[in-house]
């Protein structure tokens, strides 16, 4: 009886109560929303350094490391030399590795140039091998493999020719014209950095180098231009390309591998217990100095960095949610006053006191709910709409699956808080019933 | 129709504890005091009072003087701090809060002044009301062979609100006279042995006041239910059975703080 009387009540009041719905519904969205993208974030970010045991490159932090190799976020400050990646490469503990050069960009994608240990060893997500789309890997210094972010947001197609551009910025300054690559493969979709990513052998990436150097090399006026190009660019921030890797070191020479430098190298060992054994082993090589990381723990150190703008962000979104339901609370308040008589007439009718208690609380909760259930179903439709968005601003990929057990909890959080709540007006109302009766004391 | 006068003399231990059935009292009321802080004088103090079954028994008093007090402690919902309330031979004070909630719905109908309706039920869930508190009246209504919506339909024909559409109309809608013929309807549902009446006819003019005082006592009459009947007008007294001055029941000096339910304006 008491739930038909409740909704018939809401419904009369449809604007004020369709109003607090609302800032329920938009609170919830949003601490459910910042929940979710702090969650995928992590996730997308574990993923992409799942099957890799250590991470190697030019001496400097761990967190920078990590970050500008696998999520081409920020520049690496040195670069590897490829002795010292042959070297270690070759040590015995070693199962595999894969070389990452970077440094240059395609329309705003970054070009990492590899080998086909990329495509053998790299995993992501849970032991998950890179799997081709279409198409096939780069066989020669010709050939790119396009992931799939860059082949969807670009419209490119199997054979068709494209050339990569000096430094990472969205504007390309100066373009390695005379040696474009073909679209070879369109690597199926991994919800990592591996979609954003354009892939060309590092044999192609040395021959890009070497033509722009040759070219460059034979004519004064060319090269004098470059030079100028170079200088502004790095005066305004533009160009990392040089500070991975330099033109005259490729240079046009036949022994181009041995001039040849990466960014960084993966790692996999045949035995992850010598994992930490191993990194001690890299950090204190004296050929040349290096850092080797243990992605999974320096993830950690992100984590501890970032922690305090997350909870600062939860915290944000948790105190709209009081706002909401501070607001479900006022406008139950003020709605008491008009609704004493409702409440004489029920109790006249042989409403009992518990009757009335039950009526305001079973709005409160309604109301909670119904805020609650709308929040997450514009939660879905907002991310489903904002995903292509999320993953080409923020390499997010956002999948909408059910709620995590976090997210349930958020959500019971909120209607035990909107429930409580409720039991103000209930027991306000409730106490004045008891005291009016059938007649109303002003 | 038996009228029962006042009693001045009768005392607590003369009222009879016979069953609702083995009497013809359906009120009585004996040595009751009642005052809405124990600081303040009492707002009703009435020695005795006896409404016999099937009366129609009018109050009369001015505003403030304590009626609608006197209301509220006959349908339970207030309790008297000394003296005996006894409804249907019932003595309320003994009962228990939730025993006396129960009781209500189950026995006693009510009218107020305005303000009578539910906003947001229709004509027909408004008249069925009582019945989903009240399982009594609910069966009350199906014994005589007819549903709960069958009832509410009946009652409302009689009091001139009949038809399909009328009784799916949002209760806002209707005028003050239509209203007050919904909350009549209600009040009769299930054929409460009591109906309390807290001037439901000041906002009324005089013939629609006539029309819906002959309406009301004719379902009264129909449901075999007692009426008390509260209001400071006195031309109404030549329809009752008998008419009290509240002033001369209630033996208490000043005014109540009480205001009736949509009363504050008048």
Redesign the interface.
Known sequence: ?ILP?AI??V??RRFTAGLTVLSIALSVALLLGVERIRQESRETFASSVSGTDLIVGARSSPVHLLLSSVFRIGNATNNVSWESYRRIAALPEVAWTIPLSLGDSHRGFHVLGTTQDYFDHYRFGRDRKLELAQGERFADANGTVLGAEVAAALGYRLGQQIVIAHGSGDVAFALHKDHPFRVVGILARTGTPVDRAIHVSLEGMDAVHAAESAEGGGDPLAAAMRNVMQREMQSIGRDDHDRDHDHGEHGASANEAQKRTITAFLVGLKSRGGALFFQRKVNESREEPLTAILPGATLLEVWDIVAGAEKTLIAISALVVVMGLAGMLIALLTSLSERR??M??????????W?VFALLLGEATFLTLLGIALGVAALYLGLDAGQPWLEQRLGLFVALRWPSVTEFGLMMLVAVSGVLIGLIPAYRIYRLSLAD?????? | MQHSPIDPQTSKSQVREEAPAATDNVVELSGVRFSWHPALPPVVAIDSLRVARGERLLLRGPSGSGKSTLLSLLAGVLKAQSGSVRVLGRELGALAGATRDRFRADHIGVIFQMFNLIPYLSVRENVCLPCAFSSRRRERCEQSGASVREVAARLLDHLDMGGHEMSRRQVTELSVGQQQRVAAARSLMGSPELVLADEPTSSLDADRRAAFLELLFRECARERATLIFVSHDAALAPLFDRTLEFADLNRVAGSSPVTAIGSEAR
Request: proline share 4%; hydrophobic share 45%; aromatic share 0%.
């Open positions: 009886m009387l018939k009540s419904r009369n008589r409702e004489a007439v029920l109790r006249a009718v042989g409403a009992r006191p009757h009766g059938m007649t109303i004391r002003i």
